[in-house]
T-cell receptor
Framework: KAGVTQTPRYLIKTRGQQVTLSCSPI?????VSWYQQTPGQGLQFLFE???????NKGNFPGRFSGRQFSNSRSEMNVSTLELGDSALYLC?????????????FGPGTRLTVL | AQTVTQSQPEMSVQEAETVTLSCTYD???????LFWYKQPPSRQMILVIR??????QNATENRFSVNFQKAAKSFSLKISDSQLGDAAMYFC????????????FGAGTRLTVKP
């Protein structure tokens, strides 16, 4: 099976712009989670989607939003970019919502905000 | 809220030797799952090993094993016969068994393997 893919891999934006990141989960996986990884804050949970519904949300401002499509692909949007949004954004998929389900991570999208 | 602590920002080990990475967590729950993930430089994060809290037996995966001490809320990772390819950031993670269970990660430990 193909792994989790994320596009684009690298992105450079300026403050105030908005950005959309895409994630394609492993075939058959219905849950997609998003994380922000920075050197200072480590890995922080953004949100998780399952069957097109947001199931859980981390402690991020409303500028961060996401959605999931019927084919389980997910997009994450960040509006009004700030310098502090520069990070590696990781997407992870798993089959369902069971605690035992292993999450498989994508390679990430490196976002730089200038 | 559950928190995960990795007290060793960096560790190094000689090739072929054994190293142990520490992880502690704070929770009031009795049922949960613990994970160790590995993130090699510029590469994808992959699962190393997983432990269910209700299982007393420590999980093992080839050269990787854990020491799970539920009462102490400790979950250390032991890497035996270290190889150059083991060099990576290692993250300890916690997930509740309850619904809407997001995964909480520690800050990570950077492991260097010396030839």
């Amino acid at each position: 099976k193909a792994g989790v893919t994320q596009t684009p891999r690298y992105l450079i934006k300026t403050r105030g712009q908005q950005v959309t990141l895409s994630c394609s989960p492993i075939s058959g996986h219905r849950s997609v989670s998003w994380y922000q990884q920075t050197p200072g804050q480590g890995l922080q949970f953004l949100f998780e989607y399952f069957s097109e519904t947001q199931r859980n949300k981390g402690n991020f401002p409303g500028r961060f939003s996401g959605r999931q499509f019927s084919n389980s692909r997910s997009e994450m949007n960040v509006s009004t970019l700030e310098l502090g949004d520069s990070a590696l954004y990781l997407c992870a998929s798993r089959p369902g919502l069971a605690g035992t389900d292993t999450q498989y991570f994508g390679p990430g999208t490196r976002l730089t905000v200038l | 809220a559950q928190t995960v602590t990795q007290s060793q920002p960096e560790m190094s080990v000689q090739e072929a030797e054994t190293v142990t990475l520490s992880c502690t967590y704070d929770t009031s729950e009795s049922d949960y799952y613990l994970f160790w993930y590995k993130q090699p430089p510029s590469r994808q994060m992959i699962l190393v090993i997983r432990q269910e809290a209700y299982k007393q037996q420590n999980a093992t995966e080839n050269r990787f094993s854990v020491n799970f001490q539920k009462a102490a809320k400790s979950f250390s990772l032991k890497i035996s016969d270290s190889q150059l390819g083991d060099a990576a950031m290692y993250f300890c993670a916690y997930r509740s068994a309850e619904k809407n269970n997001d995964m909480r990660f520690g800050a990570g430990t950077r492991l260097t393997v010396k030839p």
